[in-house]
């Protein structure tokens, strides 16, 4: 059954109108949360306690938005093998917390391709940090939940209520399948688009 415990998530969103399914559980069971731009306005506006990004990272986001999470605090504490004696080690020299679970929807580029906007602002509907976030997360699903689907909050709630602050290793397998699949499919229209 391989449980997880969940200490620590990172909230990046651009469709904002379910968190409130799943804000109350992570309250709940004292999962911290990590955001930033919009997501972390919205979290606070709805009175729950978030960590700025780059409070967190202690590096301010750059280049109007293209780099906000991409960064080494962020990826190894999502990225390490939690049983790996090394790992461990090492983020204990570098000071860097476990991330437990990552929520990420991607930019809506599809969306926006229909809207017909010029190709310099579709570029930038391009997700970079998202799907690095969610590849990652779903890479390490042995350790790492990953929700890709904002239809899916409830079904984390009640994953989390069900396991007393944890979720299973087939909740996060079947995420990250779900991940890959979003990521692959997002690629593809980016491709079939520049194409």
Known sequence: MKLKKIKRAIISVSDKSNLNLILPTLKKFNIEIISSGGSYKKIKNMNYNCVELSNYTKFPEMLDGRVKTLHPKVHS??????????????????NIPNIDLVIVDLYPFEKKIIEKIKFNQLIEYIDIGGSTLLRAAAKNFEDVTVISDITDYSKLAKEIQINNGSTS?????????????????????ISNWLN
Do not use: C, P, W
């Open 77 to 94: 504490g999502i990225l390490n093998i939690r049983k790996n004696k090394k790992h461990k080690n090492e983020l204990k020299k570098q």
């Open 169 to 189: 290793v087939n909740f996060r397998k079947f995420m990250s399948a779900k991940a890959f699949g979003l990521t692959a499919y997002y690629d593809s229209v």
